[in-house]
């Protein structure tokens, strides 16, 4: 099998071709399979203190069959990237099961389980490499924002921790086998700049550097993330990691999101992915958006040359994922636009100067 660099310049030969495929929502596979309680815990965690239903994390080390099968379901739908299930998987979030000193352990295990998946499909077509994407998520805490709406200058986690955090887990993910890191459903840009920077810390220190996949979150139809962020704003935040791709993710369906993608599209200097939810939730919190009609919102972008790398989140399927394979199969990937190096800084909204008409009206 082809070593991890020579992995990654497939990758880059790849998305120099065609519009690559990432997988679909890991939550919405496993709520499908109706575990229970001793499912979670498996013989490892029967007499934990704590209750572990939930943590689809854990799975990855008492259930990893179920993962596996998740994984190869998506390959068969034709993803070229899986995402790790590691969502959680941060000694933050763990701490929500008394389960933070697994964390090493629980990031290492699921990416062995990604890459074995992977490495299987790519070892049966030879001509198609199969690629890992180790998957750090958001936390459940947020370093712009107060928990306590009466003070409003108060935090439960400081930069440092997230340094700290983000840096064990994307340890795991290295150590397992990635081929990439990505950040992903990002609401708090400073949380995404904590995961950065503690990637960029590993990197020097293992003298070794990996592509990474960054992907925001438009909270509602304001078109910002949830710390205030418009597209262009977020990227202009971010750029300075020099990313192999930004794009958005969750939240809402193919049809909402358009526009945002779109706003990113004209002005990262960098491939753009886009993995939607299959629609809004309906009133029972589930997503009722067809395979078909996903595909078709999907087909769409890419006709008009808007993305370089597409799947799905809550709500998406296997199926969803054959079908926006179908859709955008022989479509070219988005051209990675030339931006002029001036001043572009970001608060809640973009400033750049000078400003471009002609960029502007692009």
Same mark, same amino acid.
């Given at each position: 099998?082809?070593?991890? $660099?020579? %992995?990654? $310049? ?36 029967? /007499? ?16 990893? /069959? ?11 739908? =034709? ?33 062995? +389980? ?8 790519? $070892? ?15 936390? !459940? ?12 200058? #108060?935090?439960?986690?400081?930069? /440092? ?12 993910? @290295?150590?397992?086998?990635?081929? +990439? ?25 293992? =003298? ?25 704003? #977020?990227?202009? *935040? ?16 193919? $049809? ?9 599209? %004209? ?5 753009? !992915? ?15 958006? *067809? ?7 999907? =087909? ?6 808007? @993305? ?6 809550? =709500? ?17 990937? %988005?051209?990675?636009?030339?931006? %002029?190096?001036?001043?572009?800084? *970001? ?16």
């Amino acid at each position: 099998m082809l070593e991890r $660099k020579e %992995r990654q $310049k497939e990758l880059r030969r790849a998305a120099a071709e065609r519009i690559l495929l990432l997988d679909t929502a890991m939550g919405t596979a496993i709520q499908a399979f109706g575990l229970g309680e001793e499912d979670f815990r498996g013989s490892r965690f029967a /007499d934990h203190p704590t209750d572990l239903k939930g943590d689809n994390d854990l799975l990855s080390l008492t259930c990893p /069959d179920v993962v596996r099968q998740i994984h190869v379901g998506n390959l068969e739908a =034709g993803a070229d990237i899986l995402e790790t299930n590691t969502f959680n998987a941060t000694a933050i979030s763990q701490m929500d099961y008394g389960l933070e000193a697994h964390v090493r352990e629980l990031n290492e295990a699921a990416t062995r +389980l990604a890459r074995e998946a992977a490495d299987s499909f790519t $070892k049966i077509t030879p001509d198609k490499t199969r690629f890992v994407a180790g998957v750090l998520g958001p936390t !459940s805490r947020t370093a712009s924002l107060s928990p306590d709406v009466e003070d409003p200058g #108060f935090r439960n986690v400081t930069f /440092d921790e997230l340094v700290r955090n983000y840096r064990e887990a994307a340890e795991g993910l @290295i150590q397992g086998g990635a081929d +990439l890191i990505l950040v992903e459903t990002i609401f708090d840009t400073l949380n995404a700049r904590a995961a950065l920077f503690a990637i960029d810390a590993l990197f020097e220190d293992l =003298g070794e550097r990996l592509p990474i996949m960054i992907s925001g979150t438009i909270t509602d139809l304001s078109g910002r993330t949830l710390s205030g962020q418009t597209p262009e704003a #977020f990227w202009y *935040s971010v750029r300075h990691a020099q990313p192999f791709s930004v794009g958005l993710n969750c939240a809402l369906g193919p $049809k909402e999101l358009r526009p945002h993608v779109a706003e990113l599209s %004209r002005f990262a200097d960098t491939l753009v !992915s886009a993995h939607p939810n299959a629609g809004l939730p309906n009133q029972f919190g589930g997503y009722d958006l *067809s395979p078909d009609a996903m595909a078709e919102h999907l =087909g769409e972008w890419a006709s008009e040359g808007l @993305i370089n790398i597409v799947g799905g989140c809550c =709500g998406t399927t296997p199926d969803h994922l054959s079908a926006i394979a179908a859709a955008v199969e022989g479509k070219s990937p %988005r051209k990675v636009p030339c931006v %002029r190096p001036w001043m572009r800084l *970001s608060g809640l909204e973009p400033f750049v100067l000078p400003r471009d008409e002609e960029e502007e009206a692009a």
